[in-house]
């Protein structure tokens, strides 16, 4: 076996214009012209999206579960039973809402004349709970009633306007001095739309104060801002055309402009650093924006393809609704990538030399003031710049890479105990849906929750509808499966009440409604519904050719998260292959390749612990606007891990590419990280602060999922750039040395060859006497 050789020759890799220097170099010659065309499409975009979007809504099926089966079955026998229902929650503090008898009368009458409702109970006139708690639909004192409303869609993909029929369906009662208040999808589409803008200036104003302090220029401080907002509000455009073609989640334009921020931002700067760089070296303003491009552009080519390639493993959980957040996410990612190979070239054209021109205090770019400028323009690595002083210092980052690679293994361990102690909470981590009685009391969802819950317990927000299909059995037999599965409901764990069944018009299906102890989001809820499909029901109809199912919303969630629970372990194998395998095909070292992918993963299990303790334990949920302890939304973890890890895999390929150009030059494995440290550390460090920025102004929005995902990605960049970056990167380069770059013959002539920074070398050094 035998490592990796450096190209030897002129000292340093020689570097040949490509596709990508040529573009950077022509869209900051014409300027004018690209700047226009960006422009013009983001005005066309949006305008087009105004009069053609489609809507966003929470609205998908999962074929094949017995949620979705047992609702067909009743839309086929009992259709007046089955759709989606919603609770229209009245209360009236003062007196018995028998007095309103008339009102309620005209208001369910009104309700079910309304689109895509299937029917509406009168809780007046309903039969209430005999024989058990009160579960409805009308309180024991007569001040709380629940209007069960069945829809033919899920109410909240029925689009904001429809609330204005509810709204005058529901007036005689409001008239008469009753709350109404909506539960269930119909209060999730009568919740406020999302505004993200406080958020979006949080970041906004954040990532200025970053830039000027870090590189102490006003206008390289503003490019990327700028740039990465018309990225983003064209990405948000052709999201919006992509919704008319499909249905995507209500989070998607928040996810999406979370994530083009956060990376057109990252983008922006990798690029205008480099440029401004190749000015402080005296290159003019076009071949400094081409040689920015060929370089820091083809790292964000790869790190744009990577983030993509994470966000479609999404598919793998076989879940449209999680595969269309991927796609989301990825279309911002992709007009960031667009943006910053054309758009910003350009904006570095128009700015010429001037980009430097006001600033707060002396700009620097990436190289240190007294370090000795390469050939190519960059900081020479391996030996100590000098002036006509004699020997200058490094800067405190290359003096800070040589204290690791004087005591790696204690900076080694000191990064996996802190990630060990944050990933720590992640053992206990409890995957759920979260309810209605997380979100802030203005909403009115949230009213009716707790309207429910006081008149009738929690479980009455989430009940469940058992469905025995008896129409193979033979009529004979009828009545004594009706017995026998009538027994088989008495005295379930977990369950406060569950309805005697009822046959449908047609005689062929038997129905209940079971009503839990907890909360719908509570771990006994979903052991209920476990027990209920996987055992209760089986054994009611044990002899006989019936079929059982467990359907509703709440049912419907738990069949959710037991597919997202059973597809996370295939989707974190195949992002973390796929990420492997660029890593590999860049930078042709085998080590390099598993470090990057098992260090990234030890970060994003510290960010999941994070996320565990602030809202599961309910370490600091308050502060953050969250009523209670809430479970972990169950598709929050595979999100966070796709994102996590392709955005974790940018600041590795940009860190990486510098280790092996200076490792090409200079065979100097030791002093080749310290050098990149010294010459990346501040950009990326920025990067990363902004990135967090941007991430944790989202922790206020009213959306808990958000929240969770804000703050979520927030932690794990900070924690990437810090520990991992700082402690375990530095540390494992430096104890691997040159076995980091070396790869087995056979494997180097099979992968493609990628070169990461435009070297010219093609992967980079060719491997000499690889086994």
């Given at each position: 076996?035998?490592?990796?050789?450096?190209?030897?020759?002129?000292g340093?890799?020689?570097?040949?214009?490509?596709?990508?220097?040529?573009?950077?170099?022509?869209?900051?010659?014409?300027?004018?012209v690209?700047?226009?065309?960006w422009?013009a499409?983001l005005?066309?975009?949006?305008?087009?999206?105004?009069?053609?979007?489609?809507?966003?809504?929470?609205?998908?099926?999962?074929?094949?579960?017995?949620?979705?089966?047992?609702?067909?079955?009743?839309?086929?026998?009992?259709?007046s039973?089955?759709?989606?229902?919603?609770?229209?929650?009245?209360?009236?503090?003062?007196?018995?809402?028998?007095?309103?008898?008339?009102?309620?009368?005209?208001?369910?009458?009104?309700?079910?004349?309304?689109?895509?409702?299937?029917?509406?109970?009168?809780?007046?006139?309903?039969?209430?709970?005999?024989?058990?708690?009160d579960?409805?639909?009308?309180?024991?004192?007569?001040?709380?009633?629940?209007?069960?409303?069945?829809?033919?869609?899920?109410?909240?993909?029925?689009?904001?306007?429809?609330?204005?029929?509810?709204?005058?369906?529901?007036?005689?009662?409001?008239?008469?001095?009753?709350?109404?208040?909506?539960?269930g999808s119909?209060?999730?589409?009568?919740?406020?739309?999302?505004?993200d803008?406080?958020?979006?200036?949080?970041?906004?104003?954040?990532?200025?104060?970053?830039?000027?302090?870090?590189?102490?220029?006003?206008?390289?401080?503003?490019?990327?801002?700028i740039t990465?907002?018309?990225?983003?509000?064209?990405?948000?455009?052709?999201?919006?055309?992509?919704?008319?073609?499909?249905?995507?989640?209500?989070v998607?334009?928040?996810?999406?402009?979370m994530?083009?921020?956060?990376?057109?931002?990252?983008?922006?700067?990798?690029?205008?650093?480099?440029?401004?760089?190749?000015?402080?070296?005296?290159?003019?303003?076009?071949?400094?924006?081409?040689?920015?491009?060929?370089?820091?552009?083809?790292?964000?080519?790869?790190?744009?393809?990577?983030?993509?390639?994470?966000?479609?493993?999404?598919?793998?959980?076989?879940?449209?609704?999680?595969?269309?957040?991927?796609?989301?996410?990825?279309?911002?990612?992709v007009?960031?990538?667009?943006?910053?190979?054309?758009?910003?070239?350009?904006?570095?054209?128009?700015?010429?030399?001037?980009i430097?021109?006001?600033?707060?205090?002396?700009?620097?770019?990436?190289?240190?003031?007294?370090?000795?400028?390469?050939?190519d323009?960059?900081?020479?690595?391996?030996?100590?710049?000098?002036?006509?002083?004699?020997?200058?210092?490094?800067?405190?980052?290359?003096?800070?890479?040589?204290?690791?690679?004087?005591?790696?293994w204690?900076?080694?361990?000191?990064?996996?105990?802190?990630?060990?102690?944050l990933?720590?909470?992640?053992?206990?981590?409890?995957l759920?849906?979260?309810?209605?009685?997380?979100?802030?009391?203005?909403?009115?969802?949230?009213?009716?929750?707790?309207?429910?819950?006081s008149?009738?317990?929690?479980?009455?927000?989430?009940?469940?509808?058992?469905?025995?299909?008896?129409?193979?059995?033979?009529?004979?037999?009828?009545?004594?499966?009706e017995?026998?599965?009538?027994?088989?409901?008495?005295?379930?764990?977990?369950?406060?009440?569950?309805?005697?069944l009822t046959?449908?018009?047609?005689?062929?299906?038997?129905?209940?409604?079971?009503?839990?102890?907890?909360?719908?989001?509570?771990e006994?809820?979903?052991?209920?519904?476990?027990?209920?499909?996987?055992?209760?029901?089986?054994?009611?109809?044990?002899?006989t050719?019936?079929?059982?199912?467990?359907?509703?919303?709440?049912?419907?969630?738990?069949?959710?998260?037991?597919?997202?629970?059973s597809?996370?372990?295939?989707?974190?194998?195949?992002?973390?292959?796929?990420?492997?395998?660029?890593?590999?095909?860049?930078?042709?070292?085998?080590?390099?390749?598993?470090?990057a992918?098992?260090?990234?993963?030890?970060?994003?299990?510290?960010?999941?612990?994070?996320?565990?303790?602030?809202?599961?334990?309910?370490?600091?949920?308050?502060?953050l606007?969250?009523?209670?302890?809430?479970?972990?939304?169950?598709?929050?973890?595979?999100?966070?891990?796709?994102?996590?890890?392709?955005?974790s895999?940018?600041?590795?390929?940009?860190?990486?590419t510098?280790?092996?150009?200076?490792?090409?030059?200079?065979?100097?494995?030791?002093?080749?990280?310290?050098?990149?440290?010294?010459?990346?550390?501040?950009?990326?460090?920025?990067?990363?602060?902004?990135?967090?920025?941007?991430?944790?102004?989202?922790?206020?929005?009213?959306?808990i999922?958000?929240k969770?995902?804000?703050?979520?990605?927030?932690?794990?960049?900070?924690?990437?750039?810090?520990?991992?970056?700082?402690?375990?990167?530095p540390?494992?380069?430096?104890?691997?040395?040159?076995?980091?770059?070396?790869?087995?013959?056979?494997?180097?002539?099979?992968?493609?060859h990628?070169?990461?920074?435009?070297?010219?070398?093609?992967?980079?050094?060719?491997?000499?006497?690889?086994?």
């Amino acid at each position: 076996m035998s490592h990796q050789q450096p190209a030897h020759g002129s000292g340093t890799p020689v570097r040949r214009a490509g596709v990508l220097q040529a573009t950077g170099s022509w869209c900051a010659r014409h300027f004018v012209v690209v700047i226009v065309l960006w422009i013009a499409a983001l005005v066309a975009l949006q305008a087009v999206q105004h009069a053609y979007g489609g809507d966003y809504s929470d609205n998908f099926a999962i074929p094949g579960t017995q949620s979705q089966d047992g609702l067909d079955v009743l839309e086929k026998h009992a259709p007046s039973a089955g759709g989606y229902s919603s609770q229209v929650v009245v209360h009236d503090a003062d007196k018995s809402l028998s007095g309103l008898s008339s009102q309620m009368s005209t208001v369910v009458g009104s309700l079910q004349k309304l689109p895509d409702v299937l029917s509406a109970q009168n809780p007046l006139t309903a039969p209430s709970s005999t024989g058990g708690p009160d579960v409805g639909p009308l309180s024991a004192d007569g001040k709380t009633a629940y209007i069960t409303v069945r829809f033919s869609e899920q109410p909240s993909s029925l689009g904001s306007g429809y609330l204005d029929g509810v709204d005058s369906a529901v007036r005689p009662l409001r008239s008469a001095g009753a709350a109404v208040e909506y539960g269930g999808s119909l209060g999730e589409l009568a919740r406020p739309k999302a505004n993200d803008r406080v958020s979006e200036a949080i970041g906004f104003g954040v990532a200025v104060l970053v830039l000027l302090i870090g590189f102490g220029s006003l206008l390289a401080a503003l490019l990327p801002l700028i740039t990465a907002l018309i990225c983003v509000v064209c990405g948000l455009g052709l999201l919006g055309l992509l919704a008319a073609a499909t249905t995507f989640a209500t989070v998607s334009p928040t996810l999406a402009t979370m994530i083009g921020l956060g990376v057109g931002i990252d983008y922006a700067l990798f690029l205008v650093t480099r440029h401004r760089q190749n000015l402080m070296d005296g290159r003019d303003p076009v071949a400094a924006a081409g040689a920015a491009t060929a370089t820091s552009g083809r790292a964000v080519l790869l790190s744009g393809c990577t983030v993509i390639i994470a966000l479609c493993g999404l598919w793998v959980s076989g879940i449209g609704f999680i595969g269309k957040l991927g796609v989301a996410a990825a279309v911002t990612v992709v007009t960031a990538v667009l943006g910053a190979l054309t758009l910003v070239p350009a904006m570095l054209g128009l700015t010429g030399r001037y980009i430097d021109r006001i600033h707060v205090r002396k700009p620097v770019a990436e190289v240190e003031p007294g370090a000795e400028p390469g050939p190519d323009g960059s900081a020479r690595p391996g030996r100590e710049p000098t002036t006509e002083r004699g020997p200058t210092t490094h800067g405190t980052w290359h003096r800070y890479a040589q204290r690791v690679e004087r005591r790696p293994w204690w900076f080694l361990a000191a990064g996996v105990v802190v990630l060990a102690v944050l990933a720590f909470p992640v053992l206990f981590i409890q995957l759920g849906h979260i309810g209605d009685g997380a979100d802030p009391r203005s909403f009115t969802d949230r009213r009716a929750y707790d309207l429910m819950s006081s008149a009738f317990g929690p479980g009455s927000n989430g009940p469940l509808t058992l469905v025995i299909d008896q129409s193979e059995v033979p009529q004979s037999d009828r009545s004594a499966l009706e017995s026998q599965a009538q027994q088989s409901l008495a005295k379930v764990p977990d369950a406060a009440f569950i309805t005697p069944l009822t046959a449908t018009q047609d005689g062929d299906v038997l129905t209940a409604t079971a009503y839990s102890v907890a909360a719908p989001q509570d771990e006994r809820t979903t052991s209920l519904v476990d027990h209920l499909s996987d055992d209760v029901l089986p054994a009611a109809v044990h002899g006989t050719a019936a079929d059982t199912y467990v359907t509703g919303t709440t049912a419907a969630q738990v069949d959710f998260l037991d597919i997202v629970s059973s597809r996370l372990p295939l989707i974190i194998a195949v992002v973390v292959g796929l990420a492997f395998l660029v890593i590999l095909a860049v930078f042709r070292g085998l080590l390099v390749a598993v470090k990057a992918a098992l260090l990234n993963v030890l970060s994003i299990a510290a960010s999941y612990g994070v996320v565990v303790a602030v809202f599961q334990w309910g370490w600091g949920g308050p502060a953050l606007g969250v009523s209670g302890d809430v479970p972990i939304e169950s598709y929050v973890p595979m999100m966070m891990f796709a994102i996590v890890f392709g955005l974790s895999m940018d600041y590795e390929i940009f860190l990486l590419t510098r280790i092996h150009e200076a490792w090409l030059a200079t065979n100097d494995p030791r002093a080749s990280v310290a050098h990149a440290l010294e010459i990346t550390a501040r950009v990326i460090t920025c990067a990363a602060l902004i990135m967090v920025s941007v991430f944790a102004a989202f922790i206020i929005s009213d959306n808990i999922v958000v929240k969770m995902l804000g703050l979520g990605l927030a932690v794990s960049v900070l924690i990437d750039a810090t520990v991992v970056r700082l402690l375990l990167v530095p540390a494992v380069m430096t104890l691997l040395g040159r076995a980091a770059w070396w790869t087995p013959r056979w494997l180097d002539r099979v992968l493609p060859h990628l070169d990461a920074e435009g070297s010219g070398t093609t992967g980079g050094a060719k491997a000499s006497g690889n086994t």
